[in-house]
């Protein structure tokens, strides 16, 4: 196990950002990728998600080695939208540390794995984001013999945090604001992490709020567990691709946007077949009844319908993997269609 204990977090973090940046200019430079990504996926005949290692509801693999979750759920309506068929994906499992270099060097044609959308990664770390496809905020988790109600009687933790994330950056943030210290134990890993969180070696783990559920979820007494009330960050979660390929951005995005809009107009994996005979215009162009959105995109005009009868809608998959009859226990709250009181706006498909 990997443990180094780091009081100046803020400058690994920057030290990290420019290696990154450095890898990236020296990637992007070399070669360009512009329209160049589908046909890859096309004819390699399988798409190359970049996924997390093991974050249950986003992406994790089962017993028998099949990915579950939002994530791989997401990676697999690209794989439909490109190649019409859910199981042609390889799922390649990223640590923190090693996501945007895996993209960067094309070892994924997609990022799909819980990262959040900022300013760097967008502008200076040569990549472009879709959607975001969960709205997370950051929190912390505890031990209910330590007695605390909230973060802000943490002065003096040690906290564990997973390095190479805005969470590392953030707990830095939020910290020096309050003028309380802590001491991070950071490790790679995300099992051994939440292990040495529950195996007592940290007074408190924080990480993105969904990623605190599927913690205590996995852990034999989770009620001895407290997530604290405080939400400390923005943590919008979306794909990522590689700047230069504009259609492949376009892809990505109305993949997303088509899962959200099917739920938004009520289309299942159920029902999409009578959802055919449909006189509202919106229902017959997102699924190829009229109009050629599909081929626009590069895609086969049935994409969105493909997507929906293998997948089903967003809330389907939401419902899956992170809703109430999972472990997880999330409920909807941003992450509802606008309609229904939520922030997922896909615009018009038109
Ligand atoms: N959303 C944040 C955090 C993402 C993140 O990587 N979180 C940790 C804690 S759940 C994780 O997934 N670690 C797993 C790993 O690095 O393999 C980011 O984009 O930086």
């Given at each position: 196990?990997?443990?180094?204990?780091?009081?100046?977090?803020?400058?690994?973090?920057?030290?990290?950002?420019?290696?990154?940046s450095i890898?990236?200019?020296?990637?992007?430079?070399?070669?360009?990728?512009?329209?160049?990504?589908?046909?890859?996926?096309?004819?390699?005949?399988?798409?190359?998600?970049?996924?997390?290692?093991?974050?249950?509801?986003?992406?994790?693999?089962?017993?028998?080695g099949i990915?579950?979750?939002?994530?791989?759920?997401?990676?697999?309506?690209?794989?439909?939208?490109?190649?019409?068929?859910?199981?042609?994906?390889?799922?390649?499992?990223?640590?923190?540390?090693?996501?945007?270099?895996?993209?960067?060097?094309?070892?994924?044609?997609?990022?799909?794995?819980?990262?959040?959308?900022?300013?760097?990664?967008?502008?200076?770390?040569?990549?472009?984001?879709?959607?975001?496809?969960?709205?997370?905020?950051?929190?912390?988790?505890?031990?209910?013999?330590?007695?605390?109600?909230?973060?802000?009687?943490?002065?003096?933790?040690?906290?564990?945090?997973?390095?190479?994330?805005?969470?590392?950056?953030?707990?830095?943030?939020?910290?020096?604001?309050?003028?309380?210290?802590?001491?991070?134990?950071?490790?790679?890993?995300?099992?051994?992490?939440?292990?040495?969180?529950?195996?007592?070696?940290?007074?408190?783990?924080t990480a993105?709020?969904?990623?605190?559920?599927?913690?205590?979820?996995?852990?034999?007494?989770?009620?001895?567990?407290?997530?604290?009330?405080?939400?400390?960050?923005?943590?919008?979660?979306?794909?990522?691709?590689?700047?230069?390929?504009?259609?492949?951005?376009?892809?990505?995005?109305?993949?997303?946007?088509?899962?959200?809009?099917?739920?938004?107009?009520?289309?299942?994996?159920?029902?999409?077949?009578?959802?055919?005979?449909?006189?509202?215009?919106?229902?017959?162009?997102?699924?190829?009844?009229?109009?050629?959105?599909?081929?626009?995109?590069?895609?086969?005009?049935?994409?969105?319908?493909?997507?929906?009868?293998?997948?089903?809608?967003?809330?389907?998959?939401?419902?899956?993997?992170?809703?109430?009859?999972?472990?997880?226990?999330?409920?909807?709250?941003?992450?509802?269609?606008?309609?229904?009181?939520?922030?997922?706006?896909?615009?018009?498909?038109?």
């Open positions: 196990m990997k443990i180094y204990i780091s009081p100046n977090i803020q400058l690994k973090y920057l030290l990290t950002l420019l290696i990154n890898l990236v200019i020296s990637f992007t430079s070399s070669e360009s990728y512009a329209g160049k990504t589908l046909e890859a996926v096309k004819s390699r005949g399988h798409l190359r998600c970049g996924v997390n290692t093991g974050l249950p509801g986003f992406a994790m693999a089962d017993p028998r990915w579950r979750g939002l994530d791989a759920d997401l990676c697999r309506a690209i794989a439909v939208a490109t190649l019409g068929d859910s199981s042609k994906v390889k799922f390649i499992p990223l640590s923190a540390q090693q996501r945007f270099t895996a993209l960067q060097s094309a070892e994924v044609d997609v990022l799909v794995r819980n990262t959040t959308i900022t300013l760097q990664r967008d502008a200076a770390m040569g990549m472009n984001f879709g959607p975001v496809n969960y709205y997370d905020g950051q929190g912390f988790i505890v031990h209910k013999d330590l007695k605390v109600k909230s973060a802000l009687e943490l002065d003096g933790a040690t906290i564990c945090v997973s390095p190479g994330t805005t969470t590392e950056a953030n707990l830095a943030d939020y910290f020096r604001g309050k003028g309380m210290t802590y001491q991070s134990v950071v490790i790679e890993s995300t099992d051994e992490l939440t292990q040495a969180f529950f195996a007592g070696r940290c007074d408190c783990y993105d709020a969904s990623a605190l559920a599927a913690a205590r979820a996995r852990v034999k007494f989770p009620h001895d567990y407290h997530i604290l009330p405080e939400i400390i960050s923005k943590e919008p979660l979306a794909p990522a691709v590689r700047h230069g390929d504009d259609q492949w951005l376009d892809i990505v995005s109305w993949t997303v946007w088509a899962m959200q809009l099917a739920e938004e107009y009520d289309i299942n994996r159920k029902n999409i077949d009578s959802m055919l005979e449909s006189m509202n215009p919106n229902v017959q162009r997102l699924l190829g009844v009229k109009g050629n959105f599909g081929e626009i995109l590069g895609l086969d005009n049935k994409w969105a319908y493909n997507i929906v009868k293998q997948l089903g809608n967003y809330g389907e998959s939401f419902e899956r993997n992170l809703g109430n009859k999972t472990k997880l226990k999330l409920s909807r709250g941003l992450n509802q269609v606008w309609s229904r009181g939520g922030i997922l706006y896909a615009p018009p498909l038109r």
